[in-house]
């Protein structure tokens, strides 16, 4: 056997990135959900009520000043 395929058999802690990767986005994806589920009302009703442009009352804010 060479030396190369040695090394690739022995190396079976590479197989396991894969479930440490889907470990750490699953607790981030739980974190995130139960935080968003035991935000107060008052807390909901604020952050609904942000506004999701900076510009609101300028139709023109997307375009560009170098025109």
Same mark, same amino acid.
């Given at each position: 056997?060479?030396? &190369?395929? %040695? $090394? @690739?058999?022995?190396?079976?802690? @590479?197989?396991?990135? /894969?479930? *440490?990767?889907?470990? *750490?986005? +699953?607790? @981030?994806?739980?974190? @995130? =959900?139960? $935080?968003? &589920? ?5 807390? $909901? %009703? $604020? &952050? +609904?009520?942000? /506004? ?6 300028? /139709?023109?804010? &997307? %375009?560009?000043?170098? =025109?």
């Amino acid at each position: 056997m060479s030396a &190369l395929f %040695k $090394r @690739v058999i022995n190396e079976d802690w @590479v197989e396991s990135i /894969p479930f *440490i990767a889907f470990f *750490i986005f +699953a607790g @981030v994806f739980l974190f @995130v =959900t139960l $935080r968003a &589920l035991r935000l107060g009302e008052g807390e $909901r %009703k $604020r &952050l +609904a009520a942000l /506004p999701l442009d900076d510009h609101p009352e300028d /139709p023109n804010h &997307l %375009k560009s000043d170098n =025109t």
